[in-house]
């Protein structure tokens, strides 16, 4: 029943979607049946039920382009546009463009107008559960939870957004150039003009207060879905990109409640569970919903039998691997021969230097695996960077201490001060967070630029792109064709 439920779902959502302006490769994902809306949004249920239908958007492709799979494409667009994951080869292609930095200046780009219909599409459903199931019968209680869980995606579209197609903010600084368009009506299809970036961060505190309030006391169902823990965590990461730095380290530590460390086994266990106690949010993919040659670990695992996976496995930046110690857990899944034995891999996987094992499918003939958005370690993290920044070094090596012993028994402690212990942060985050989507955002709200020289990088397969200035255009993602076309009132971004 649970299975029908997503599916049901998926078919009205993605057939009723708004987008401000689309290509018709999206708009042409015609259900072989309907439902209809004004039933799915007119109980406590089917409320849920369409929650479902976002969280299975998250993972599931929604066009004809198999690089196109929800946010874990973002994900992965996100690494492979910074320096940390490493192509050793071009493979058949899939994210080359955007490895070499060609989309986010291309109006016309696929994956530009993906991004920017996705998280309009998913705030649109976001508004529907919000105003038209306003007055949905059921129990209160789920009713709530899913109004809940829609406030948290709308926040978190936002927050996507805003960082890709504007300037970063900037504390203290002058936030009042153009973000994106706010949309608060699924039924609102005019012209818009763009918010800007300070009132899109209003907004975005503004849901995810709304978020928290309904879902406070909230039992947690499972970790596909929202919960308390997870919009404070994305209240930690949304005030640190704000250099808010005390609300960044609050809100990590509300964040992690209830959530341990793994240990060193289980790190190397594949990333693949979404059921791990540190995971606050990730995506179950079941078998009957696998895209299989678009699922993310069909592009980032190290043994699913795809063509991506055989010619262009992902390596690990190898000037960081250079400052991990040998104990740490984190090194060990990376081989600097790229031979892999204890996979047992097949003859036909290319093997190249310093490729990276953390992410494992369920085997080489099946390429579902869970695909992780929130861990306890990212808010360590946050912590330990928020209050370094807010000038509690002593707090913030206390917090990082814990997280690096868990990923080497052997650490004792950090010896760097200053603004080298600053660094020390960035490459236990860097490590950390390896291939879940974090270092092209990372490096945008730090104004630091890209440099993947001293490295492992292929300057023919990056296609020359070894550095960009963090006063690149590029940093802000054009808006795509589409909608400048059909919305006059946006204003196109610097190219």
Known sequence: MKNIKILITSLIITSSIFITSCSEDFLNTEPSQSVDESLVLSTA??????????????????????????????????????????FPSTGNNWFVSQLRWLDAANVNASSVAYAWNFWYSMNKNANKIIVKGAN???????????????????????????????????????????????????????????????????????????????????????????????????????????????????????ARENHSLMDERTYKSGFNDYTNDEWMWGI??????????????????????????????????????????????????????????????????????????KFLSISTGDSRGDVVFMRAAEMYLIEAEAKYLSGDEA?????????????????????????????????????????????????????????RTGANHNSTVTNGVMTIESTDNRWQWLIPQSEINSNPLIVQNPS
């Open 284 to 357: 179950n993919i079941v078998s009957d919903q696998s895209d299989y040659f678009g699922n993310f670990m069909a592009y980032m695992s190290r043994n699913y039998n795809s063509t991506n996976i055989r010619q262009n496995p992902k390596a690990f930046n190898s000037a960081l691997y250079a400052k991990l110690a040998d104990t740490d857990v984190r090194k060990q899944l990376i081989d600097p021969t790229g031979k892999h034995t204890d996979l047992d891999l097949p003859s036909n996987y290319s093997k190249f230097p310093y490729t990276s094992q």
């Open 136 to 254: 949905a019968t059921g129990d209160s209680d789920t009713k709530e939870r899913a109004f809940g869980e829609a406030y948290a995606y709308k926040a978190f579209g936002y927050f996507q957004l805003v960082q890709l197609y504007a300037k970063r903010y900037v504390k203290g600084g002058d936030n009042s150039n153009l973000g994106i368009v706010l949309r608060d009506d699924s039924e609102d299809n005019d012209p818009k003009e763009r918010a800007t970036v300070e009132e899109v961060y209003q907004e975005i505190w503004k849901n995810l207060n709304k978020a928290e309030e309904l879902l406070e006391g909230k039992k947690v169902i499972n970790n596909s879905h929202f919960s308390i823990n997870n919009v404070y965590g994305l209240k930690a990461r949304v005030a640190l990109v704000q250099q808010d730095y005390e609300n960044a380290s609050k809100y990590a530590v509300l």
């Open 395 to 451: 707090g913030s090596k206390s917090i990082l201490t814990e997280l690096a012993q868990k990923r080497d028994s052997s650490f004792t402690g950090f010896t760097t001060t200053g603004s080298a212990y600053l660094e020390d942060i960035y490459i236990q985050r860097r490590a950390e967070l390896w291939g879940e989507g974090f270092r092209w955002f990372d490096l945008k709200r730090l104004g630091k630029k890209l440099d």
């Open 45 to 86: 249920d089917g409320l849920m039920s369409a929650i479902n239908g976002m969280h299975r958007n998250m993972y599931y492709r929604q066009n004809s382009s198999q690089g196109q799979n929800g946010y874990t494409s973002q994900m992965i667009i996100a690494d492979v546009m910074a320096e940390d994951v490493v």
